[in-house]
């Protein structure tokens, strides 16, 4: 049972252009949610985070969108580098417990000069 | 400061054979996460610690999977008995604070091939 889900495991972009990646989530006790980047042979590196109470959160370059009725959050990176090109988890976890991560599968993002 | 590392960071392992992964998270970080990355999958949790106690091992996928995090610093996790499906990127997070356990930084992983 996938809890979070992002449906679109590859994404190409322009540099300059806006890259949206998206998630789902099926879980309605999620209440915080995080995107995470991982280049290969790396660790995923915590990227950008919204708490349920909010539907927007904004860091720079990025953009987390939060709309809990559709239980959809997606991410927004404008202006797009060639340095982004990465791939892109989403994940979730409940505000009770040892906060344990729920990941997506994964967006591969290509950001072409 | 150092990030969280992890060793070996490759590892090759016949089938049956027992192997040691070890974490060595950030300095003073109370949160210790294992998950484990198939091919193609995002991370799944294996199992938490909070200092020396393991409080969750709901994640470990059977009884050939043990962790340990003996005075709450460096964590290692066992396989014995290794089998084809193990295979996977093994990945340890720490965070600074219970409370902020959600936001996670983590090792490079060590990636477990089993023929």
């Known amino acids: 049972d996938q809890q979070v889900k992002q449906n679109s495991p590859s994404l190409s972009v322009q540099e300059g252009r806006i890259s949206i990646l998206n998630c789902d989530y099926t879980n309605s006790m999620f209440d915080y949610f995080l995107w995470y980047k991982k280049y290969p042979a790396e660790g995923p590196t915590f990227l950008i985070s919204?708490?349920?109470?909010?539907d927007k959160n904004e860091d720079g370059r990025f953009t987390v969108f939060l709309n809990k009725s559709a239980k959809h959050l997606s991410l927004h990176i404008v202006p797009s580098q060639p340095g982004d090109s990465a791939v892109y988890f989403c994940?979730?976890?409940?505000?009770?417990?040892?906060?344990?991560?729920?990941f997506g599968t994964g967006t591969r993002l290509l950001v072409s000069p | 400061g150092a990030g969280v590392s992890q060793s070996p960071r490759y590892k090759v392992a016949k089938r049956g054979q027992d192997v040691a992964l070890r974490c060595d998270p950030i300095s003073g970080h109370v949160s210790l996460f294992w998950y484990q990355q198939a091919l193609g999958q995002g991370p799944e949790f294996l199992t938490y610690f909070q200092n020396e106690a393991q409080l969750d091992k709901s994640g470990l996928p059977s009884d050939r999977f043990f962790a340990e995090r003996p005075e709450g610093s460096v964590s290692t996790l066992k396989i014995q008995r290794t089998q084809q499906e193990d295979s996977a990127v093994y990945l340890c997070?720490?965070?600074?604070?219970?409370?902020?356990?959600?936001?996670?930084?983590f090792g490079p992983g060590t990636r477990l091939t089993v023929t």
């Open positions: 919204i708490s349920s109470i909010k």
């Open positions: 994940a979730a976890n409940r505000n009770t417990g040892f906060q344990k991560l729920v």
């Open positions: 997070a720490s965070s600074p604070r219970v409370a902020q356990a959600r936001e996670q930084y």
